[in-house]
């Protein structure tokens, strides 16, 4: 089964507004990881999440834990139009490559 | 410093052919994966190496499918037989893995090659 579930698949917002991403997983984790990928490139890498963090903060971005509900939130604040892209979760359940599970992604788009 | 590059950008290719695409790491990054993404959907994990090695092929689709690398650099991802259902972006990434259970490194992402099997 998937690992790594985004909600919502899309989100629409104006820009300036902040922008909430919600990603759920289903076996225990070694780490959570949040990546955007523009239209058209590969993925770049956001910010990473222990399982013993709860919240952590880089930039605009604010990323939340929670081990018991298995759910992870990314909250981008003050959105731009160059936040436009989308974004996936990857849980991190296992030792190697094969424990790193990406979801279908969220598509937000901010509008100017 | 150089990113993770991957060539070609796209290909376009006959039903039946076989297609070669590589990967060239950034430097001094020992683990190499690859993913494939289908039009709207996630990363479809198909193979990773620590070094030249590949402990775990099983992500593979089928045996249509093979990919190597040689002195731990560069990594070739080779589909025989094309069918159209191997239509997708192959992704090609690279971490600085230090250990086989060193987890906490992120993935660095080419931009994929667009492969279109008609």
């Known amino acids: 089964s998937q690992q790594g579930e985004e909600d919502p698949q899309a989100l629409s917002i104006q820009e300036g507004e902040n922008a909430t991403m919600n990603c759920s997983y289903k076996t225990s984790i070694n780490n959570l990881q949040w990546y955007r990928q523009n239209s058209g490139r590969g993925l770049v890498h956001l910010i990473l999440?222990?399982?013993?963090?709860r919240e952590k903060h880089s930039g605009r971005l604010r990323v939340t834990l929670d081990t018991s509900k298995k759910s992870s939130s990314l909250l981008i604040t003050a959105s731009r139009a160059a936040d436009t892209a989308s974004y996936f979760c990857?849980?991190?359940?296992?030792?190697?490559?094969?424990?790193?599970?990406f979801g279908k992604g969220t598509h937000l788009i901010i509008q100017p | 410093g150089a990113g993770v590059s991957q060539s070609p950008s796209n290909k376009v290719t006959e039903k039946g052919k076989d297609v070669e695409l590589r990967c060239d790491p950034i430097s001094g990054h020992t683990a190499l994966y690859w993913y494939r993404q289908s039009l709207g959907q996630g990363l479809e994990f198909l193979i990773y190496?620590?070094?030249?090695?590949?402990?775990?092929k099983s992500g593979l689709p089928s045996d249509r499918f093979s990919a190597e690398r040689t002195g731990g650099s560069v990594s070739t991802l080779t589909i025989q037989r094309t069918q159209q259902e191997d239509s997708a972006v192959y992704l090609c990434a690279s971490s600085l893995m230090l250990t086989y259970r060193d987890n906490n490194s992120p993935l660095h992402f080419g931009n994929g090659t667009r492969l279109t099997v008609t």
């Open positions: 999440i222990r399982s013993n963090e």
């Open positions: 990857a849980s991190h359940s296992g030792g190697g490559a094969d424990g790193l599970t």
């Open positions: 190496f620590q070094g030249n090695s590949a402990p775990d």
